[in-house]
């Protein structure tokens, strides 16, 4: 086996450890990193993501690297104003904390990131940024940060963190960011707000690119699943796209079919009807009849 070879099937054990050792992401995380494609897609290799890139031989991952390839690309959204080549993403879900530790875990990624390069240089501080994305606040470490002079609020939703790190360092409040440009940002929560779906869905209609509408239904499926309140609105959108609506049917006809079988159980223990007089009165088909019953026992 030669050199190359070596390398080329060391390579190949890592890729196949990596695997092996990865924690299932989220669909939160799948939704996020959706969302970071859409945002710089137009870019095309000019500017690349990484998904939990790895730190280090026996590494902690971080939820996502942007790499900016070409110096000339400027992003235009405020959120990615402090953005240089190396930009290091953390994305915390509505449920997940955030607290100093969260602060000072995603500071050591940062300078692990940069210290573990090959070679000198390769990944220079001067180069790196940090952000983290999280729906709401913690007052109390927001307070915190404040009171102490390491927090500076530079537009809403978007706050500079001082004093941790020298690195370029922000927390990005996607409930609080203003505008429809950000919409989607505001919608990866189970508090979504109609106006903001609604342009998601305007948005997903008028793109013309096949990628770019894939990842707009990998977001929209994420959005009807936490917020079941809107999958009318998504299933009743005659103008969404072919490809896009086949994407979201399956989360539309699920819960579709969850809100069926809850209301059958509502008249057979509210009405005592039988499960046939339930049917009956939802006007259920036939041949549909056993899949709804099975749901029935399911939640019983």
């Keep these: 086996m030669t050199e190359q070879e070596k390398k080329q099937r060391i390579a190949e054990l890592r890729a196949e450890l990596k695997e092996l050792e990865a924690v299932p992401r989220s669909d939160w995380h799948a939704a996020f990193?959706?969302?970071?494609?859409?945002?710089t897609h137009k870019y095309g290799n000019?500017?690349?993501?990484?998904?939990?890139?790895?730190?280090?031989?026996?590494?902690?991952?971080?939820?996502?690297v942007?790499?900016?390839?070409?110096?000339?690309?400027?992003?235009?959204?405020?959120?990615?104003?402090?953005?240089?080549?190396?930009?290091?993403?953390?994305?915390?879900?509505?449920?997940?904390?955030?607290?100093?530790?969260?602060?000072?875990k995603v500071c050591g990624y940062a300078n692990l990131?940069?210290?573990?390069?090959?070679?000198?240089?390769?990944?220079?501080?001067?180069?790196?940024t940090l952000s983290i994305f999280r729906a709401v606040k913690n007052p109390e470490l927001f307070s915190e940060l404040a009171q102490?002079?390491?927090?500076f609020r530079a537009a809403p939703g978007i706050y500079h963190?001082?004093?941790?790190?020298?690195?370029?360092?922000q927390i990005i409040i996607t409930g609080e960011l203003e505008g429809e440009e950000y919409?989607?940002?505001?919608?990866?929560?189970?508090?979504?707000?109609?106006?903001?779906?609604?342009?998601?869905?305007?948005?997903?209609?008028?793109?013309?690119?096949?990628?770019?509408?894939?990842?707009?239904?990998?977001?929209?499926d994420?959005?009807?699943?936490?917020?079941?309140?809107?999958?009318?609105?998504?299933?009743?959108?005659?103008?969404?796209?072919?490809?896009?609506?086949?994407?979201v049917k399956d989360r539309v006809d699920e819960m579709l079919q969850e809100s069926t079988a809850k209301n059958l159980r509502s008249l057979m223990t509210n009405l005592k009807f039988t499960q046939e007089q339930a049917m009956d009165a939802l006007s259920i088909p036939q041949l549909q009849r056993q899949a709804y019953a099975d749901l029935v026992q399911k939640a019983m």
Excluded: C, W
């Design 183 to 220: 919409a989607a940002y505001r919608a990866l929560t189970d508090r979504a707000n109609a106006a903001d779906v609604e342009r998601i869905v305007r948005d997903a209609e008028t793109e013309s690119n096949d990628i770019v509408t894939n990842h707009y239904g990998v977001l929209l």
């Design 113 to 128: 990131y940069i210290g573990v390069a090959e070679r000198e240089g390769e990944r220079s501080a001067d180069e790196v």
């Design 33 to 39: 990193e959706a969302l970071l494609r859409i945002e």
């Design 66 to 104: 942007i790499l900016v390839e070409d110096e000339k690309v400027e992003l235009e959204k405020a959120i990615f104003r402090i953005f240089r080549r190396i930009n290091i993403l953390e994305y915390k879900n509505p449920h997940d904390s955030l607290n100093e530790r969260v602060l000072r």
């Design 46 to 64: 000019r500017v690349h993501i990484s998904v939990e890139e790895e730190i280090g031989e026996i590494p902690p991952r971080t939820d996502f």
């Design 222 to 247: 994420l959005v009807v699943k936490k917020n079941p309140q809107f999958f009318n609105m998504v299933k009743g959108e005659i103008a969404m796209k072919d490809v896009l609506m086949e994407m």
């Design 148 to 151: 102490s002079g390491n927090l």
């Design 161 to 169: 963190v001082k004093g941790i790190t020298d690195l370029p360092f």
